[in-house]
């Protein structure tokens, strides 16, 4: 069966371990392949290969940096129907979403990183009459530790290595055992383009044994870290006593505002991709659907009938619409917030069951569901679900539905449906998250700040944000005569 190695110092390496964990293809429910189980003696072998790389990298010329990250992108181009197919078998997403979205953008992600370090430049301060010039200089921190989750794996992977990489850090990364695969290829494509070994080292295995040993490490001076709001706590608890630098990117539970005068069929289209894509398992998805109560009824059959009309299947079938959740831990999960909601006196207005898919029966099929709920404070509207599980309920004033969509621990993202400018700005300035998207959605410009508020995050990545993380900022003061 195929092995999932370590990345380490430019070559492929099994664990000291020797131990396996099982790699499931979601959509048959199999075991197809074995994953490395690492431990923090795989860790300090990357660590030690990271920091024998770092003073060449660091040193190395933007333009060669640039270079060699542009000529990542495009190899990742180059093998983009081989990673698209990778990462549908080991996620469960159909093939036409890794085809379009996950290895698409994370080619993006090295050439914008690869093209941003050119332009990024630091500040001068003069003290006009004292004789005094100030400048800054943004330095790269060392061996950093970047990990990563399992709903967008190759795409948040490289959307972290990338900008460390461009800044001169040299790293150590962890993708999610859930789906290790396309990082495990990334390996071969660093190599192909000319990356220095040991620059990037990529360890695998689980969270509390590889993970946990890159976050304590004492020399590993910065994590940046995409995943759960209960582990990013954990992280923040081990990182913190050694101040490390922290980007935490967390959960969410983020709402969708409909108002009556927004361009309905656009918003309705828009809603379907935002509720469901990627079987919901976006941590930007729109799980919270509020609608003013002169449309609610009408919406509510319109939305009905287009989910309706999505396909779940078979993700490598070109008409499906929804495959696979990721794991079957995973897929119990939502059934039981399914279950949960009819306690708490849901209505489920469409869906929420699992589906046998021909051909595939121990696949992680659910179908898209949709709960009516009375209540805004019920746990199904409060908690990340992170599935394909939407909630709506009606409202009727502006400051209504500002209380509720404002009234969950999390702070990513927010749509906001409206063709009223005063609404808009009135609306998104109080709206409590790092993002805020009106009458669109998953509209990325890769220079902008990302990240949440609450218990969705602390940092943002994106454009120099990220080059700023992964750099220290130093004041040199100079006195002349
Ligand atoms: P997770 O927190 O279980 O795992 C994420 C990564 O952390 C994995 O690589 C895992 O192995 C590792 N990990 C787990 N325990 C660790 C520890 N003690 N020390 C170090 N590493 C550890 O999350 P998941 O289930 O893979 O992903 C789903 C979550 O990610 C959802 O909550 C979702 O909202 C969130 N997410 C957030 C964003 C964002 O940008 N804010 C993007 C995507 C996903």
């Given at each position: 069966m195929k092995k999932i190695l370590n990345f380490i110092n430019g070559a492929y390496c099994e664990p000291f371990s020797q131990d396996w964990l099982d790699n499931y293809n979601p959509s048959k429910g199999e075991v197809y392949s074995k994953i490395a189980y690492s431990s923090s003696e795989d860790v300090e072998k990357a660590y030690q290969a990271a920091k024998d790389a770092f003073p060449s990298w660091s040193n190395t010329t933007i333009e060669e940096r640039s270079m060699i990250l542009l000529k990542i992108a495009s190899l990742i181009e180059e093998n983009l129907d081989a990673l698209a197919e990778a990462e549908t078998l080991d996620n469960g997403k159909p093939l036409s979403l890794a085809k379009a979205v996950d290895i698409p953008r994370a080619s993006s992600n090295f050439r914008f990183f690869g093209h941003a370090i050119t332009q990024f430049a630091s500040e001068a301060h003069e003290s006009v009459g004292l004789n005094t010039m100030n400048f800054t200089i943004r330095q790269p921190i060392g061996v950093v530790g970047c990990i990563s989750p399992w709903n967008l794996p190759l795409y948040l992977f490289t959307w972290k290595i990338a900008p460390a990489l461009a800044a001169g850090n040299t790293v150590v990364a962890k993708p999610s055992e859930v789906t290790p695969m396309t990082a495990y290829l990334l390996g071969e494509i660093c190599n192909q383009a000319g990356l220095p070994k040991g620059v990037l080292n990529i360890v695998h295995g689980t969270g509390p044994s590889a993970g946990q040993a890159i976050v304590s490490h004492?020399?590993?001076?910065a994590i940046s870290f995409t995943g759960g709001t209960k582990t990013g706590e954990h992280i923040a608890r081990t990182a913190a006593p050694m101040f490390k630098k922290l980007s935490l990117e967390l959960g969410g539970k983020n709402p969708n505002l409909i108002f009556a005068d927004c361009n309905y069929e656009k918003m309705l289209s828009v809603t379907v991709r935002s509720s469901f894509a990627n079987q919901g398992q976006i941590c930007l998805c729109g799980s919270r659907i509020f609608v003013e109560k002169s449309i609610y009824e009408k919406f509510k059959t319109d939305f009905v009938a287009k989910v309706k009309e999505l396909k779940v299947g078979n993700p490598f079938e070109a008409d499906t619409n929804i495959g696979a959740l990721v794991s079957k831990p995973h897929l119990e999960k939502v059934k039981s917030y399914i279950d949960l909601a009819k306690e708490e006196g849901g209505k489920i207005l469409f869906g929420g069951n699992q589906v046998t898919v021909e051909g595939s029966e121990n696949g992680y099929y659910l179908e898209p569901t949709i709960i009516e709920i009375l209540d805004y404070q019920c746990r199904v509207n409060q908690e990340e679900i992170f599935g394909p599980v939407v909630t709506i309920m009606p409202f009727e004033t502006e400051e209504e539905v500002l209380k509720m969509a404002n009234s969950v621990k999390y702070g990513l993202s927010a749509t906001l449906w409206t063709s009223n400018l005063d609404r808009t700005m009135r609306v998104s300035k109080q709206l409590e998250a790092g993002i805020v998207w009106v009458n669109t959605w998953l509209n990325r410009d890769l220079r902008t700040p990302f990240g949440g508020i609450k218990s969705s995050g602390v940092g943002r990545e994106g454009g120099f944000e990220a080059l700023k993380f992964f750099t220290e900022a130093k004041n040199v003061c100079i006195k002349y005569d």
């Open positions: 004492p020399d590993i001076k």
